[in-house]
């Protein structure tokens, strides 16, 4: 056993913003101490997360000051993504739209309506995430107020996609596409949305960049028209729902919307078919769009328990499809879009952003761009220690005096091992600190338990911090 010592190694945030310059020093110094200041205590607000008075006042001219912007936060990240994609063949990029909801702030000035009367703000999020399933970062984020609806307008198909709220699915893929592909590594590129990307024109940006899409279809359109204006003989689900099933296949649907987790059985069907413009968005900047061959994949239970909403997913792709196992790849990639879901469950829970006060939609947004980085993190803690690195050591992860002060505290001894524990341990222990039994048949932790643990981790850490915050030497 080793002696008890301070480590030397630096906490991630300092790493993780380590290059980050917003032209002035003082900046970085504070934007640095509130990043490991709010990613100790992502659940509390400013007030409680600062370690006083001083540091709160501090916080908050930070976030209102002008050479401050999301960009610069986002950027430094986005850097920091692509290294951690750079031995990834195959990264998909998960395009998601979330809606925040401050309508309890209503002093908060440049929010918009949402739905309803609900005012707040969109967020529009390229997340990206390993074919295993493991959150590399964020490769796209953009956070605004939206302006009055066009769709209203008389003229709003004739309004360029460029001016639309649509274009976002374009814009994010395009920034991916810019991101990922600038080094002289070829990388393959794959988007994966659900039914609000079923944009015609998103899917024909894919052939323009050499990228793929899987995309859940919103759209029961008309296929296989030899031209855009001809007689429709025949649409989408009608075709897909005619064809003979391939296979029977079991897909895990995950908790939603009160429904626990279950397991469904559907019938797989596939085909390749081919799309016109529609007639209201046959021209772009560039000029007339052209048809697109498309494949489908086509799932849909049966047999489903009662109460439960039944599982069907028409999904879009350009990726080659020619036998069934091709089809189940498709599927495996699209259930991976439930990643974005956890981590903006993690955003809004686990960081409680939509309880944060400012005056402006403006400042609201830099402090956003920090808690989604943040957000990241701590899921990506919890996927690492389901990916083949589980049984490494946990370095990778934590610093030196985090994983120091975690041993010492869950084993409750003075006295240090040989060698780190694994990053499936160490987690594993945050994890019962926020709650998890650990019983010998217990699954994984979930994210819940591990952003609950995290806050009481980062209050261990400190105490350690605080006792040991010189070269100490223990009994041995």
């Not at 050479?67 to 990264?91: M, N």
């Not at 009055?148 to 360029?160: A, Q, T």
């Not at 079923?198 to 990228?211: A, P, Q, R, S, Y």
Request: proline fraction near 4%; aromatic fraction near 10%.
């Amino acid at each position: 056993m080793n002696q008890v010592t301070m480590g030397t190694r630096i906490g991630w945030t300092n790493e993780e913003f380590s290059k980050i310059e917003f032209g002035d020093k003082r900046l970085k110094v504070r934007f640095l101490k509130i990043a490991t200041q709010f990613s100790k205590k992502s659940e509390a607000p400013i007030n409680q997360a600062c370690e006083d008075w001083a540091d709160t006042k501090a916080a908050y001219r930070f976030f209102n000051n002008q050479k401050v912007s999301s960009g610069k936060i986002l950027s430094e990240h986005c850097k920091r993504t692509k290294i951690r994609a750079e031995y990834l063949d195959t990264i998909l990029a998960i395009q998601d739209t979330c809606y925040l909801s401050y309508t309890n702030h209503p002093k908060t000035e440049g929010l918009c309506k949402i739905r309803g009367n609900v005012k707040g703000l969109v967020m529009h999020t390229a997340f990206g995430v390993s074919p295993a399933g493991l959150p590399i970062g964020i490769l796209h984020q953009k956070i605004w107020s939206r302006k009055p609806d066009l769709k209203k307008s008389r003229n709003y198909r004739f309004i360029p996609i460029e001016e639309k709220e649509p274009f976002k699915w374009i814009n994010a893929l395009r920034e991916t596409v810019n991101l990922l592909t600038s080094s002289q590594q070829k990388k393959k590129i794959i988007s994966i949305a659900d039914r609000e990307a079923d944009v015609f024109e998103f899917m024909v940006e894919h052939k323009n960049l050499g990228t793929s899409f899987i995309i859940r279809a919103k759209s029961n359109r008309p296929i296989n028209k030899n031209k855009k204006r001809s007689k429709t003989k025949e649409n989408l689900w009608e075709h897909m729902e005619k064809l003979q099933p391939s296979a029977v296949l079991e897909v895990e649907v995950p908790e939603k919307k009160g429904q626990p987790k279950r397991i469904a059985k559907v019938m797989l069907r596939f085909s390749q078919v081919k799309f016109q413009p529609p007639a209201n968005k046959t021209k772009n900047k560039d000029g007339e769009l052209s048809s697109l061959e498309v494949n489908v994949v086509f799932v849909k239970e049966f047999d489903a328990p009662k109460n439960v909403e039944v599982l069907e997913w028409m999904l879009l792709t350009d990726m080659p499809i020619e036998k069934e196992e091709d089809a189940i790849q498709v599927i495996n990639f699209y259930k991976i879009r439930w990643a974005v879901e956890d981590y903006h469950k993690i955003l809004k829970s686990g960081c409680t952003i939509e309880k944060c006060r400012f005056q402006t939609a403006a400042r609201l947004i830099r402090y956003i761009s920090l808690m989604s980085v943040i957000a990241w993190r701590l899921y990506y803690i919890t996927h690492v220690a389901r990916s083949s690195e589980r049984n490494t050591n946990c370095t990778k992860i934590l610093a030196e005096y985090e994983w120091k002060a975690l041993y010492l505290k869950m084993n409750s001894t003075k006295l240090l091992p040989n060698e780190p524990p694994t990053i499936v341990q160490v987690i594993r222990w945050i994890a019962k600190l926020g709650g998890f039994l650990g019983r010998k048949n217990d699954n994984n932790p979930g994210i819940t338990v591990i952003w609950r643990g995290w806050a009481r981790f980062m209050e261990i850490v400190d105490d350690y911090l605080l006792f040991f915050n010189s070269k100490l030497v223990g009994n041995s």
